[in-house]
């Protein structure tokens, strides 16, 4: 099992910490790079400026082309989104979801909750939120995972995952090992 992480911008190595001992890692930064992987993860950072980086680099076209599995965190999850509300900007578009950007608002902005993740058993998650979007809506292909106070965090469609918050900031693996069952289709 060969999972890249986009090696753009944002929290990478964490990533990559996290998914050490679950399958090779490679760091992607050339659309070539993703030939020979079986899944990408797509980390937290700045959703434009990542937008922008996997346009210039064609990795768009390769991770569609490909028919990737991949599993996209907070911006990330914003990447894969059909639909951006209320900011034009790219978007893979990969998954049938419409999300607001930093929606906590400023309060909120970032904050950390104990999430009860049914999938992943029944210890709950540690939820790291930072600048956080809100999956506002769902399409009928979409699984909800997981909601925290009425909004969705963690959700599915195929083989795409996304979460809003952060995984690979703590040091449960089993949002991870979930992507890569996912793949597998165990
Ligand atoms: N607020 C960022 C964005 O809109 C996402 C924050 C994050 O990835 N932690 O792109």
Request: hydrophobic share 45%.
């Given at each position: 099992?060969r999972?890249?992480v986009?090696?753009?911008?944002?929290?990478?190595?964490?990533?990559?910490?996290?998914?050490?001992?679950?399958?090779?890692?490679?760091?992607?930064k050339?659309a070539?790079?993703?030939?020979?992987?079986?899944g990408?993860?797509?980390?937290?950072?700045?959703?434009?400026?990542?937008?922008?980086?996997?346009?210039?680099?064609?990795?768009?076209?390769?991770?569609?082309?490909k028919?990737?599995?991949?599993?996209g965190?907070?911006?990330?999850a914003?990447?894969?989104a059909?639909?951006?509300?209320a900011?034009?900007?790219f978007?893979?578009?990969?998954?049938?979801?419409a999300?607001e950007r930093?929606?906590?608002?400023?309060q909120k902005?970032?904050f950390?909750a104990?999430l009860?993740?049914p999938?992943?058993?029944?210890?709950p998650?540690r939820?790291i939120?930072i600048?956080?979007?809100?999956?506002?809506?769902?399409g009928?292909?979409?699984e909800v995972?997981?909601?925290?106070?009425?909004?969705?965090?963690?959700a599915?469609q195929?083989?795409?995952?996304?979460a809003t918050f952060h995984?690979?900031?703590?040091?449960?693996a089993?949002?991870h090992?979930?992507?890569i069952?996912l793949?597998t289709g165990a």
């Amino acid at each position: 099992m060969r999972i890249g992480v986009l090696g753009l911008q944002g929290d990478v190595a964490e990533h990559a910490a996290m998914l050490r001992g679950l399958a090779d890692v490679v760091i992607v930064k050339k659309a070539s790079e993703l030939e020979t992987l079986d899944g990408l993860i797509m980390p937290g950072g700045e959703s434009t400026t990542i937008g922008k980086l996997i346009q210039k680099y064609e990795i768009d076209r390769a991770i569609k082309a490909k028919r990737l599995p991949v599993f996209g965190t907070c911006a990330g999850a914003i990447l894969l989104a059909k639909k951006i509300l209320a900011t034009e900007q790219f978007s893979l578009r990969l998954m049938d979801i419409a999300v607001e950007r930093n929606a906590y608002g400023r309060q909120k902005e970032s904050f950390e909750a104990d999430l009860e993740i049914p999938a992943l058993g029944k210890p709950p998650f540690r939820g790291i939120f930072i600048r956080a979007p809100v999956i506002r809506k769902c399409g009928k292909d979409v699984e909800v995972l997981a909601e925290h106070e009425g909004s969705i965090i963690l959700a599915r469609q195929g083989k795409i995952l996304v979460a809003t918050f952060h995984p690979e900031l703590t040091r449960d693996a089993r949002v991870h090992e979930y992507f890569i069952k996912l793949i597998t289709g165990a």
